[in-house]
């Protein structure tokens, strides 16, 4: 696992991006993007626009999959998954809608519609590079503590802990669905390459546990440490837990050239 400690969420954004484009430039315009929700991705969003606006990498053929949607929203919900991937990623970066997948949260058989976003993926070839978030509780996509590390797509039931998180963007706390469809923890390492991003101090536990802390269920993120190709851009706040901060900033002083990106 590779963690690059930032000095603030505007360079967590750059970083982040710079590993991502790498990965879009070596795969080609096909790329396959796996795309978080969150507030902590924006930035990264934000810079990758900035890269394909200038030329710097070509997303024309680019497919995307989101990590989860909840259940119970009416459709076109604009705190929806399908609504807020399409505000902040199909729309800046110029994706094709049609290559754009979220799970079918609005779907009569969720088993079913989570079965078929597994074949999508495969049927796409696997995702390329998939970006992720990291909840206070520690939890990737919708993979709550006590997720099976090896699990694939299906329906869960949020915490009450990330249903208040979630609740600002919300009228009232109530109306954060309880049901989503996600990706599993399976599923996530299944990529290629993981770029996770984490900005603030509310999320130092969950970034201390997913990076030093042991494997564990109770700290979905934790199953990055078996991933090969892991990337954790994280800024002082969200670092401020960890033990190996020196050693992490040692690394990146001294690493070679052709590691950088
Ligand atoms: C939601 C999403 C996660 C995301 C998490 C953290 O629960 N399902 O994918 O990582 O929120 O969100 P934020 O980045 O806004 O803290």
Redesign the pocket.
Known sequence: MEVVICKDAAQVGAVAAAKVAQVARRVGPSVVLGV??????LALYSELAALVAAGSIDLSHASAFA??EYVGLPQGHPES?AEVIRRTVTEPLGLDPSRVHVPDGFADDLALAAEQYEAAIAAAGGVDVQI?????NG????NEPTSSLSSRTRIKI?TPR?RA??ARFFDSPEQVPIH?L?QGLGTILDAREVVLV??GQ??ADAVRAAVEGPLTAMVPASVLQLHRFATVVVDEAAAAGLTTGDFHAFIRDNKPEWQRY
């Open positions: 978080a929700t969150g507030s902590s991705p990590l989860d998954y992720l978030g990291i909840g206070a939890h990737i996509g919708f949020l990330t998180d979630n989503c996600t984490a900005n509310s999320k």
